[in-house]
């Protein structure tokens, strides 16, 4: 091979060795993204339970709005005001207009935060606080819908938290029509088991 050919081929090995090792750094960076952000987020939720606006980091346009515990699988995520695509890279988000105690659609991604929701039953007991508010909920409903021909609508007067994400979790292309919608009622008080409190 001449020295001509053999440095082409040296310089599309390193280039295709950079190519792979970027992609690998982006895929990895996008989960440790997402803990970090919901560290920073833990931390404007403190805050703002204190009675202090705070966003979670300087330029952020949006706020610690609520507080997600699902006991049984051990989750606690901090869910975001605002549904827009940069803040869903962060965390959960409530859906725009919205309403804990009332009628509450919460988003996240089916790769980072909301991956477990296929993990997810009829009678799994979850809890959702917001500033002023603190509720627990029972998974009723598990659904796959198109978005291309439903939407989730908001009910005023209804009580209800409704957990989506895209679908179907293993998809190798984001973004597709299909949603998995986990949908939860309010439990009586009575009704709630002594080993499933949440803090903080």
Same mark, same amino acid.
């Given at each position: 091979m001449?020295? =001509? $050919?053999?440095?082409?081929f040296l310089a599309a090995a390193l280039a295709a060795a950079f190519l792979a090792l970027a992609g %690998? !750094?982006? =895929?990895?960076? !996008?989960? !440790?993204? %997402? @803990?970090?952000?919901?560290w920073l987020i833990e931390r404007s939720w403190r805050r703002e339970l204190a009675g202090e606006a705070s966003p979670p980091w300087p330029w952020a346009d949006t706020r610690a709005a609520a507080l997600l515990t699902v006991p049984r699988l051990h989750q606690r995520l901090v869910v975001l005001d605002g549904q827009s695509g940069r803040?869903?890279?962060?965390?959960p988000v409530l859906l725009?207009?919205?309403?804990?105690?009332?009628?509450?659609? !919460? &988003?996240?991604?089916r790769d980072t935060h909301f991956r477990f929701l296929h993990e997810l039953a009829a009678g799994d007991r979850l809890q959702l606080r917001a500033r002023g508010f603190s509720a627990w909920y029972e998974v009723r409903e598990i659904d796959v819908v198109d978005s291309r021909?439903?939407?989730?609508?908001? @009910?005023?007067?209804? @009580?209800?938290?409704s957990l989506v994400t895209c679908y179907p979790f293993d998809s190798p292309a984001a973004s597709g029509p299909l949603r998995y919608v986990v949908t939860a009622y309010p439990v009586a008080a009575q009704a709630?088991? $002594? $080993? &499933?409190? %949440?803090?903080?």
């Amino acid at each position: 091979m001449s020295g =001509a $050919r053999h440095g082409l081929f040296l310089a599309a090995a390193l280039a295709a060795a950079f190519l792979a090792l970027a992609g %690998a !750094i982006h =895929a990895a960076w !996008i989960p !440790i993204k %997402a @803990e970090l952000a919901q560290w920073l987020i833990e931390r404007s939720w403190r805050r703002e339970l204190a009675g202090e606006a705070s966003p979670p980091w300087p330029w952020a346009d949006t706020r610690a709005a609520a507080l997600l515990t699902v006991p049984r699988l051990h989750q606690r995520l901090v869910v975001l005001d605002g549904q827009s695509g940069r803040n869903l890279a962060f965390g959960p988000v409530l859906l725009d207009g919205s309403d804990p105690g009332g009628d509450t659609v !919460i &988003s996240g991604h089916r790769d980072t935060h909301f991956r477990f929701l296929h993990e997810l039953a009829a009678g799994d007991r979850l809890q959702l606080r917001a500033r002023g508010f603190s509720a627990w909920y029972e998974v009723r409903e598990i659904d796959v819908v198109d978005s291309r021909h439903q939407e989730l609508v908001l @009910e005023p007067g209804v @009580e209800r938290v409704s957990l989506v994400t895209c679908y179907p979790f293993d998809s190798p292309a984001a973004s597709g029509p299909l949603r998995y919608v986990v949908t939860a009622y309010p439990v009586a008080a009575q009704a709630i088991s $002594r $080993r &499933s409190p %949440a803090s903080g």
